[in-house]
């Protein structure tokens, strides 16, 4: 070989081991803070996700409620090459107007043109990714719009059918993330079902993990499913 060409091979190699070395730190950070209460569920999911999305990704959210997280993962796609595309979806239509609403006052327009929402389940979301793409990241914020109707939550049913589906659209390396609430009614049911498909996944294949804090009954818990 080349001794030009396997210099940039080495390089190449070692940029690769010291990303991933940097991802890991920066992951070990930000647990540690969750550990000592210093970083919420939902700051820590998005730090994390930090580790995993790259600027020109495709990302999926799939449960807009309030914007919030759609905004988060708008922020991580955008690069100068504008191919980076967040889907959200929700079925709630106050929900997809309060995340319209946040993208337009937040993001310049070139930047809110990388974020498509549908009106959709889900468990639909197969519908939305074009044959041949690979997402790096879907996220679950399960349970009811914040500020809305309490009595409209998502179930155990659609979630799994969603994760099925998140499974089936996510690139090695990707990502779902999953925040699950268990002090509403249903909720608890709902969870057990994620951790359930979560705990039976191959080994081989998926890392899942499970993050919530023990003297919190009634907190929220954050689950990881990462694609090898």
């Known amino acids: 070989m080349c001794p030009t060409i396997l210099h940039k091979c080495r390089s190449v190699a070692l940029k690769a081991r010291c990303d991933t070395r940097a991802i890991e730190t920066g992951v070990v950070d930000d647990m540690t803070g969750f550990m000592f209460g210093k970083m919420k569920a939902t700051d820590m999911a998005h730090t994390v996700w930090r580790h995993i999305v790259r600027g020109g990704d495709f990302v999926i959210d799939a449960t807009c409620g309030n914007g919030h ?23 709630q239509q106050s929900a997809l ?17 990388q974020v498509k929402l549908f009106p959709l389940c889900h468990s639909k979301m197969e519908e939305l990714v ?19 109707n309490k009595e409209i939550i998502t179930t155990s049913k659609t979630t799994l059918l969603g994760l099925d589906a998140a499974a089936r659209v996510l690139s090695s390396g990707g990502l779902i ?19 359930s498909y979560a705990s039976n996944l191959p080994a081989t294949m998926w890392v899942s993990s499970e993050h919530d804090i023990l003297n919190r009954p009634s907190g929220p818990v954050l689950i990881f499913l990462f694609k090898r």
């Open 69 to 91: 997280d759609t905004l988060a993962l708008a922020k991580m796609v955008r690069e100068e090459s504008r191919k980076g595309l967040v889907y959200g979806m929700d079925l």
């Open 97 to 113: 107007q309060n995340t319209s609403a946040l993208l337009d006052s937040t993001l310049t327009p070139i930047e809110r043109e």
């Open 130 to 148: 074009p044959e041949g793409v690979s997402v790096r990241l879907v996220a679950f914020n399960l349970g009811y719009l914040p500020g809305g």
């Open 177 to 195: 993330s999953i925040m699950s609430y268990v002090g509403h009614p249903g909720g608890r049911e709902e969870y057990e079902a994620v951790r």
